[in-house]
């Protein structure tokens, strides 16, 4: 398993935006798949976006899909994720995973390692 530090998140206001970034540990990080996902309070946690682990393959939830930019480097063990165009029902603490394997997940059971989130809310 990695270490995954999430960083970015605050407060924006609706229509803002934010770049949330999560740092990992160790060599082998262009090994996982790496996602996205967010909880809200009193909701479970959700998929918001994966990459893949180097042909640069993205999958994004309904949710998002035109507003969130996920992306990698893994030169610099880091993945990104944009988001724009911010809502009020997007405010959520986000966390970033890893899945060591070859497919973008959506499902939380699916992912190895996890960050401890960063919080993001958003103000109507």
């Known amino acids: 398993q990695v270490q995954l530090v999430e960083s970015g998140g605050g407060l924006v206001q609706a229509g803002g935006f934010l770049r949330l970034s999560c740092a990992a540990s160790?060599?082998?990080?262009?090994?996982?798949?790496m996602g996205w996902f967010r909880q809200a309070p009193g909701k479970e946690r959700e998929f918001v976006a994966g990459?893949?682990?180097?042909?640069?393959?993205?999958y994004y939830s309904d949710s998002v899909k035109g507003r969130f930019t996920i992306s990698r480097d893994n030169a610099k063990n880091t993945v990104y994720l944009q988001a724009n165009s911010l809502k009020p029902e997007d405010t959520a603490v986000y966390y970033c995973?890893?899945?060591?394997?070859?497919?973008?997940?959506?499902?939380?059971?699916?992912?190895?390692?996890w960050g401890q989130g960063t919080q993001v809310t958003v103000s109507s």
């Open positions: 160790g060599r082998t990080f262009n090994n996982y798949v």
């Open positions: 995973a890893a899945r060591f394997g070859k497919n973008i997940r959506t499902t939380q059971n699916e992912y190895d390692s």
């Open positions: 990459i893949s682990r180097s042909d640069g393959s993205t």
